[in-house]
């Protein structure tokens, strides 16, 4: 009985991970005794953990992610720091709002990943051409949802501080700020997975170094199983942000739980 | 005078909107006649009207039609596999807890990162030809679909299914008359987003490794410094994602008028 009640609120949790064993071990078993496979084509998950053990031991992963984490900084901090301003300032002045809002959707819905060619070449290989891509790639959800965010601040709130004699600094804090966090929180976690999109384009294209590099070295040169690290650690850097935000999203408002903003 | 305020207060957002796009061109057009462009950035530098006249070049001699055929059939084939394996695993997945414990890891996993970190290895194993392209642009555009089918099917009214199922509905019936058009809105706002991810698949996807196709062609002019023919190939994805974005969000607010609005997302 208890181990029942027990499977039944962990099913969930307990099916998913015999699901990722079961997929490893019928990986690696199918692969070794089942059928006789090229190296250079395929891997098994032993030789990926043997892999693992060296790169993580080693130096040169951690150099990379290094380089990759620099320049994202920094093209996300551009992001942060030019995308917030402008959506506020479209979703509280009505005709800014109307200039730039067909021109920027443009943008946003068009793969502007389709410039990195030209990003790199104007600004070389290296940091600066990187930073640029991922800046373009994740602006435009914080000025969106920055937007959204305060576009969708209750007027009643905002009429409740005038009426009693509330500052237009007062109004900034108390009301809409508090309001446009969530979207903002929900705007940096779609920023995060452009972004990462920004740094593999922009180290597969041109560059020597950094995660994407690594990844597409790998590749080039059929060591399988280092690719698959790199592919792992990078999945698992998206998965635990993307989580961490989504985490903290509920806790800053927990009131729009069920609200999906994607 | 009043009919002309009359006019402008009408339809202010429009001609605000078209107006901030015009003056954007017409400035970025203008900038060599304000600046004499030092040799290293004229090199790098085209004008809105320079890239017209290649476009109408490119299209003359064949070229863009060429590299077009190949990036449309890597996105049609790409996308329509998509559709045919994430509608019926996000409806099975949906309908049984099961599966979907068992299947959620995956999923998960393979959403939140960016699936253009497969590139490399599917193209050690499809090649550089098509296959390659094809499958990136299906793993890009998959996940959207399955998860808002999902989601949709999650989102049935339980009193509905509960309803058919007492007048003896087998699953197949709840399937048909409750849970597919229930998920229709949802499908559809995933079908967006995956047909965004499809562009990006194609894009990145012949950057790397291919000769034809008009990622290709980009990444070939950058190289040799025809920065018009980047912006001819930007302008054509550019519209291609704009028709296919807004002609699918028109389809979606037809379906969900009953659905409050939602952030912008593509």
Not at chain 2, 20 to 45: D, M, R, T
Not at chain 2, 54 to 65: N, R, V, W
Not at chain 2, 143 to 154: H, S
């Amino acid at each position: 009985m208890d181990v029942k009640e027990i499977y039944q609120k962990y099913r969930r949790l307990v099916l998913g991970v015999i699901s990722l064993i079961s997929l490893v071990a019928l990986w690696e078993f199918a692969l070794t005794y089942v059928i006789t496979y090229d190296p250079f084509f395929f891997t098994t998950p032993s030789y990926i953990i043997v892999a693992a053990k060296e790169l993580l031991l080693g130096d040169r992963l951690w150099r990379d992610l290094a380089v990759s984490s620099h320049a994202f900084l920094w093209g996300f901090s551009a992001a942060v720091i030019i995308g917030i301003p402008i959506g506020a300032v479209m979703g509280w002045r009505r005709r800014v709002e109307y200039a730039l809002d067909p021109f920027l959707t443009g943008l946003y819905a068009s793969p502007l990943v389709a410039l990195a060619p030209l990003i790199i070449l104007v600004f070389g290989v290296g940091l600066t051409s990187k930073a640029v891509l991922i800046f373009l790639l994740s602006v435009f959800p914080f000025i969106f949802n920055t937007f959204s965010g305060v576009k969708s601040t209750d007027q009643l709130l905002v009429n409740v501080v005038r009426s009693f004699g509330g500052k237009e600094r007062h109004l900034y804090f108390k009301v809409i700020l508090p309001s446009t966090l969530p979207y903002l929180v929900a705007g940096a976690r779609l920023a995060i997975g452009r972004g990462i999109v920004g740094v593999i384009v922009g180290e597969f294209f041109a560059s020597s170094e950094g995660i994407g590099f690594a990844i597409a070295q790998f590749g080039d040169t059929y060591r399988l199983p280092e690719m698959f690290v790199g592919i792992i650690i990078l999945s698992l850097i998206a998965v635990a942000l993307t989580e961490a935000l989504r985490k903290f999203e509920l806790i800053i408002a927990p009131y729009r739980a069920d609200m999906e903003i994607r | 005078m009043t009919g002309v305020v009359n006019f402008y207060r009408e339809r202010e957002s429009s001609i605000l909107g078209i107006g901030f796009i015009v003056l954007f061109l017409v400035a970025w057009e203008s900038i060599p006649l304000w600046v004499s462009l030092p040799k290293g950035v004229s090199l790098f530098f085209t004008t809105p009207s320079q890239v017209a006249v290649k476009f109408y070049e490119l299209m003359a001699d064949g070229t863009i039609q060429e590299h077009f055929y190949i990036s449309a059939w890597e996105f049609v084939v790409g996308l329509g596999l998509s559709i045919a394996v994430g509608l019926p695993f996000g409806l099975i997945m949906g309908r049984s807890r099961t599966l979907d414990a068992l299947l959620d890891p995956y999923v998960t996993a393979l959403n939140a990162t960016p699936r253009l970190i497969w590139l490399p290895l599917l193209i050690i194993w499809a090649g550089i030809g098509v296959w390659s392209k094809i499958l990136i642009v299906f793993l890009g555009a998959v996940f959207p679909l399955l998860i808002n089918t999902y989601t949709g099917v999650k989102n049935v009214d339980r009193v509905l299914i509960n309803m058919v199922r007492s007048f003896g509905a087998r699953e197949w019936h709840v399937m048909k008359i409750v849970v597919l058009p229930y998920s229709v809105p949802f499908i559809v706002a995933g079908l967006r987003l995956a047909v965004g991810r499809a562009v990006l698949g194609v894009v990145v996807g012949e950057f790397f490794a291919a000769t034809k196709g008009l990622g290709a062609m980009i990444a070939r002019a950058a190289t040799a410094y025809q920065v018009d023919v980047v912006f001819v190939g930007m302008a054509i994805f550019m519209g291609i994602s704009l028709i296919f974005t807004f002609a699918i969000k028109k389809l979606e607010t037809n379906l969900s008028r009953w659905r409050p609005e939602q952030v912008k997302t593509f």
